[in-house]
């Protein structure tokens, strides 16, 4: 079965750094470009970053450019997403995503999903 796993959330203070990780397991990764998604309590899951099957092309919300850095490693099945400078507003459960294109940036173009993992950002 296909299984994506988030970890690496936590508490933090802004103006901190995380770096969450995502791993594959169930399917070849480089099948597949990745992205990551975030979702806020009221509000719609939004696209985060994304990036092709071969680390060739990678894409970013325009909110976050500058902050956020995302890559993969296929031979470990992991897709990384390292985000800096955090501010209240990247408080989300952030999830991983697998199956879509990485220029397409809506929920339903990508396939498998992960539980979630919470980032909370104190002021």
């Known amino acids: 079965q296909v299984r994506l796993v988030e970890s690496g959330g936590g508490l933090v203070q802004a103006g901190g750094s995380l770096k969450l990780s995502c791993v594959a397991s169930?399917?070849?990764?480089?099948?597949?470009?990745m992205a990551w998604f975030r979702q806020a309590p009221g509000k719609e899951r939004e696209f985060v970053a994304s990036i092709n099957w071969a680390s060739a092309a990678r894409n970013a919300a325009d909110s976050m450019l500058g902050r956020i850095a995302i890559s993969r490693d296929n031979a470990k099945n992991t897709v990384y997403l390292q985000i800096n400078s955090l501010k209240p507003e990247d408080t989300a459960v952030y999830y991983c995503?697998?199956?879509?294109?990485?220029?397409?940036?809506?929920?339903?173009?990508?396939?498998?999903w992960g539980q979630g993992t919470q980032v909370t950002v104190s002021t």
């Open positions: 995503a697998a199956g879509g294109s990485y220029i397409l940036q809506k929920e339903r173009d990508y396939t498998y």
């Open positions: 169930g399917l070849t990764l480089e099948n597949y470009d």
